[in-house]
């Protein structure tokens, strides 16, 4: 354990580390959909959420329709949007502006259940929703029409289902820029200090080898978790908790159609778990990589596009797990989901296992 | 020459590099077969059209008939033309004469409204020579131009630059590797070596950018043929596109330029990029002596300068740092795909792209200098 410890201090140097998290930070408010959260839309529906919960059931949606009028009157009754000179009063007042935006995520609601999307128990679908059901395996319809006949209307914002779709290919990308920075010198350190030969030449020694891979595997996962934390954090500044348990599942520009019922919260943790099963994967391969490797520059000749096709690869099973967009059933969705990024993990582990071995024969590196 | 010969054996015998390069030019297939490669046929019956036409551009008459004829690219084709043959008769820019100006103009909107000016009677003189009037692939239709120069180019462009980096980076790095930097420091002979070292990087490097054009290039044009549209100008009314904010434009160079043209000044720059990365790669590991924190700096300067353009003012209070955010060497690779045509304002001028990556390979030369320099008086560690 004392050794374990000694390579973890190796590993997460201060001022690489440091750095390492200011990018990660960087990189998530100038790029991220999260920084750019809240906007207008995703303002309405926070109010929503506030006042109704996270669904809305008929009668709050009655009551909904109630309110929207009082919102139409409060902008000056029907036809407020035509009148030009009006509408820029309304913009210019900060309160009825709020008024706009209700109303237009009210009326978004209200146009997905003429759609068919929710509230469709007991209807018959309606031609839009048949027109999309064309399209769709036998299973995958049966799911949908699950899906829009819920009693209860998910209040989620077109914003989240955004950050649901673009914010976990930069989580990844950040993830394996992470174990590339961290793990990349560390695994060549004995090499260029030249202590690698003393280090074979003793039991103990070679069986610091081991040690190093499960203190590599403990930085991708560390790089993983802390690129979350920090994604959480940012959810948190910007508001977006509030829709934690408010569910994804659904049609529309407020849903993603998934094989489980998801809330958003959930949604997430299910990604944090891939997240750090890619973090353990990617430094595996960086550790794979630098073993194979004299210097840095080899290492990285091969980490790069190791870890370039295994982010392509992982991104096209898991960019949004569990969803009906990939056109399969749900094992075959589970399967790309939790089974292919493990499969990698144990082919990985595997190969990791035979170095390990070879070296404990050899003599001197 | 044996030092040379020997270094260059190094590299020449490096696995992992020609692994990248490997992958890089798999991943250029994978382009070429996805922007023109999956549309060989239609390609293919665009370019008989093409010849059955003579290579000149269909009038009035024969357009509308192109456009009314049972065959699907026939029609297409027809339907392109009349619809964008006179894209630059209801195509101009805003004209202003420095005496109509408002007096609270700063510099900077007059420099703007000058080179508006200029973008102007450049118009007006492919409108005059009839340049615009020149037949190629329609580019909404195939984005011959888009896939060559946008798509291909420029990720041919990224990766000689950083096999360039790594060129550069693994010969320096070789002997603190090995263990024999001590022994090279001793004379000073040892010291001259990473000249030398320099000079096989750069070999290679050349080598590499010159094996990567010469194998993804031809297999684009296997798919595309060019016989007789490489003197077709780049400001052909063909080649409008639309843009990213969903306008319909046309290309307009700068100065009248052919493909062939076009092709060739790309090439010129492209080996400018190369002594440029070679430049920073090398001056980077003398003054770091550490091939991990060159990459690490690398990095970094390359994110910076990616996203400095979005944190400088467009408008009124621009300056002189808004324009040298366009012309950094990621910027104009970005921008690679138009290069020598109308992007924005700011660099409307003729050779902005020359003129950008001359300024930043004078500050690599300085700063390589500087980095000799210091490197010739360490002392051994």
């Known amino acids: 354990m004392r050794v374990f410890g000694k390579e973890c201090r190796k590993l997460f140097r201060p001022g690489r580390s440091l750095g390492l998290l200011l990018f990660m930070a960087a990189a998530l408010v100038l790029i991220s959909r999260t920084a750019q959260f809240p906007d207008t839309h995703d303002k309405a529906y926070e109010e929503l959420v506030k006042e109704y919960g996270p669904t809305l059931d008929q009668a709050e949606y009655q009551t909904l329709l109630k309110a929207k009028s009082v919102y139409i009157e409060e902008l000056g009754g029907e036809g407020w949007s035509r009148d030009r000179v009006h509408w820029a009063e309304i913009m210019a007042d900060e309160s009825k502006r709020q008024f706009v935006f209700l109303v237009d995520a009210i009326e978004r609601i209200e146009e997905e259940i003429q759609f068919g999307y929710g509230f469709a128990f007991e209807k018959e679908p309606t031609e839009t929703l048949k027109e999309q059901l064309r399209s769709c395996t036998p299973q995958e319809a049966a799911r949908i029409l699950f899906i829009v006949q819920t009693k209860e209307l998910p209040l989620s914002s077109p914003g989240i289902c955004e950050i649901m779709e673009s914010d976990p290919l930069l989580l990844l990308i950040l993830v394996l820029i992470g174990c590339g920075v961290l793990i990349l010198p560390y695994q060549l350190l004995d090499k260029n200090l030249e202590t690698a030969s003393l280090m074979v030449s003793t039991r103990v020694g070679r069986r610091i080898f081991h040690l190093k891979i499960r203190a590599c595997a403990a930085a991708g996962a560390a790089a993983a978790f802390v690129a979350a934390l920090l994604h959480l954090a940012l959810l948190w500044l910007n508001g977006v908790m509030i829709f934690w348990n408010v569910p994804v599942c659904g049609l529309g520009l407020r849903g993603i159609p998934f094989w489980v019922d998801l809330t958003f919260g959930q949604y997430l943790l299910l990604w944090i778990g891939l997240l750090v099963l890619a973090g353990i994967t990617a430094a595996l391969l960086c550790a794979l990589a630098a073993r194979l490797s004299g210097s840095f520059i080899t290492a990285l000749t091969l980490a790069l596009p190791a870890l370039a096709i295994y982010g392509w690869g992982i991104h096209a099973c898991t960019a949004v797990p569990l969803s009906l967009w990939y056109g399969d059933t749900f094992p075959a969705s589970l399967f790309r989901t939790a089974g292919v990024p493990l499969l990698v993990l144990a082919a990985l582990t595997l190969a990791s296992e035979i170095v390990l071995r070879l070296d404990a024969r050899r003599d001197i590196l | ?381």
């Open chain 2, 1 to 381: 020459m044996i030092l040379f010969r020997l270094e260059l054996k190094k590299l020449l015998h490096c696995p992992a590099l020609w692994g990248l390069f490997a992958v890089f030019l798999l991943y250029d297939g994978v382009i070429v077969w996805q922007s023109v490669g999956r549309q060989k046929e239609k390609i293919a019956e665009q370019y008989r059209i093409l010849q059955e036409t003579d290579f000149t551009v269909p009038g009035e008459e024969a357009a509308r008939s192109l456009a009314v004829s049972d065959n699907y690219r026939e029609s297409e084709y027809g339907r392109f033309i009349l619809n964008y043959k006179g894209i630059y008769e209801s195509f101009n820019f805003e004209e202003v004469s420095p005496e109509a100006r408002p007096e609270e103009w700063s510099a900077f909107q007059n420099r703007l409204m000058d080179r508006s000016a200029a973008m102007a009677s450049r118009v007006r003189q492919i409108r005059e020579s009839g340049e615009d009037q020149n037949v190629f692939y329609p580019e909404t239709i195939y984005r011959i131009y888009d896939s060559l120069f946008r798509n291909l180019f420029r990720s041919i462009l990224l990766e000689i630059m950083i096999l360039t980096v790594f060129t550069f980076l693994y010969l320096m790095d070789y002997e603190r590797a090995s263990g024999t930097e001590d022994i090279a420091f001793l004379g000073q002979k040892g010291r001259k070596l990473w000249a030398v070292k320099g000079a096989a990087a750069l070999c290679v490097s050349l080598l590499y950018a010159a094996l990567l054009l010469g194998l993804s290039l031809p297999l684009f044009f296997v798919f595309v043929p060019m016989k007789e549209l490489w003197q077709t100008p780049i400001s052909s009314f063909m080649m409008t596109e639309w843009t990213a904010d969903g306008d319909i434009m046309p290309l307009i160079s700068l100065a009248p330029l052919s493909l062939t043209a076009a092709m060739h000044l790309r090439f010129a720059l492209l080996l400018l990029f190369i002594l440029l990365t070679a430049l920073f790669s090398a001056a980077f590991w003398l003054f770091l002596h550490s091939s991990f924190r060159a990459v690490i700096l690398y990095g970094a300067g390359f994110l910076v300068l990616l996203v400095l353009p979005y944190f400088l003012p467009e408008t009124e209070s621009a300056g002189i740092l808004t324009e040298l955010a366009y012309l950094t060497p990621v910027r104009l690779w970005l921008d690679s795909g138009k290069w020598f045509v109308f992007r924005n304002l700011i660099t409307a001028y003729n050779g902005n792209e020359l003129f950008g990556v001359s300024l930043w390979l004078l500050t690599a030369s300085i700063l390589c200098l500087i980095s000799v320099r210091r490197f010739i008086k360490r002392d051994c560690q």
